[in-house]
């Protein structure tokens, strides 16, 4: 497998509160992880700025504005209760949109296997409509459609392993069979949304996961009902909204996931992958505020994306 890792190079420039748990050294200690030795072989890209004017492509009309009014000249505004939006950060999620994009290009046009992008702020809270859960834009929601619009792809799967559902995806794709999103989330949780009853037009799969489970129950949850209903309907790419959040350690869950547990899910998705894409795989960095629950998820994630090592799998 050749595995492509996108960093984003101005991650900082979005900036939140002192004390707010989606803060720059998030993204650094991902970085320091996939430092180690055993991932020498990683193909490392720096993103790209994108035109925000592709997030037309799944937020409103105004979607833009409504962001470009509530950025201070200075400082930090909030959009709401606990999302946040800095003087630069426009400039944050364009680079994270543009590695997104980047490592779609990559992807599809063959030159590697699956990509990882470090990325921030989230994005699959931003609904249509509304910023919110930390999420400005949903950079998962725009790199699907332009798997759609510049690709061809006729059917694009979402799995989203983040301990809170993905609200925003779910809220972008609920009416269009040809994006496939199946979300595990605990519940009930932030944002109270993502109930099985949700299925939007057949094309919505959303398993709640108890309070204090750990990855026994998740791997029942893939393996009889997630996985089957991916593999039937054969998506042409398969993109992973990859939350670190459901590990054992994170502070704004109770879910008792372990690297091994994210090690799993993501073989299982490679077998998938292998079988009805072309092994076409790309992940992007959403949730997980414990560091180094953070940095174990994410090395056992991206060691398993490489060549099917578990990598550091320490809790």
């Not at 037009?201 to 026994?216: A, E, M, Q, R, Y």
């Not at 209903?229 to 996931?257: E, M, T, Y």
């Not at 997980?288 to 953070?294: E, Q, S, T």
Request: proline content about 5%.
């Amino acid at each position: 497998m050749t595995t492509l890792l996108v960093s984003q190079p101005n991650f900082e420039r979005h900036t939140t509160p002192v004390g707010h748990p989606e803060r720059a050294d998030r993204i650094r200690a991902v970085e320091e992880t996939l430092t180690q030795r055993q991932f020498d072989g990683l193909l490392r890209r720096n993103a790209p700025s994108a035109d925000l004017v592709l997030a037309e492509l799944v937020h409103g009309p105004q979607y833009l504005q409504k962001l470009r009014s509530a950025r201070p000249a200075e400082g930090i505004g909030q959009l709401d209760g606990d999302t946040y939006i800095s003087s630069r950060s426009l400039d944050a999620i364009a680079t994270g949109l543009g590695g997104a994009l980047s490592a779609l290009d990559a992807v599809i046009l063959g030159e590697v296997d699956n990509a990882f992008c470090a990325i921030r702020p989230p994005g699959h809270h931003a609904e249509i409509d509304t910023p919110m859960g930390f999420c400005l834009i949903n950079t998962i929601a725009i790199t699907a459609r332009e798997a759609q619009r510049k690709y061809g792809a006729d059917r694009v799967a979402i799995i989203d392993f983040d301990v809170h559902h993905g609200n925003g995806t779910q809220d972008i794709f609920k009416a269009d069979s040809s994006v496939f999103y199946a979300s595990s989330h605990q519940m009930p949780l932030y944002p109270g949304t993502g109930d099985p009853s949700e299925t939007g037009v057949g094309n919505i799969l959303n398993v709640g996961l108890p309070p204090l489970s750990d990855g026994v129950i998740m791997r029942e949850a893939y393996d009889t009902l997630i996985l089957p209903a991916l593999a039937a309907f054969a998506p042409d790419i398969i993109l992973v909204s990859a939350g670190f959040d459901a590990h054992q350690r994170d502070p704004l869950a109770q879910l008792n996931w372990t690297g091994g547990d994210f090690a799993w899910i993501t073989g299982r998705l490679m077998e998938i992958a292998e079988a009805r894409c072309g092994n076409r795989i790309v992940s992007m960095l959403e949730g997980g505020y414990d560091l180094k629950g953070l940095a174990n998820g994410a090395a056992a994630h991206v060691g398993m994306l490489m060549d099917g090592a578990l990598g550091n799998l320490d809790d």
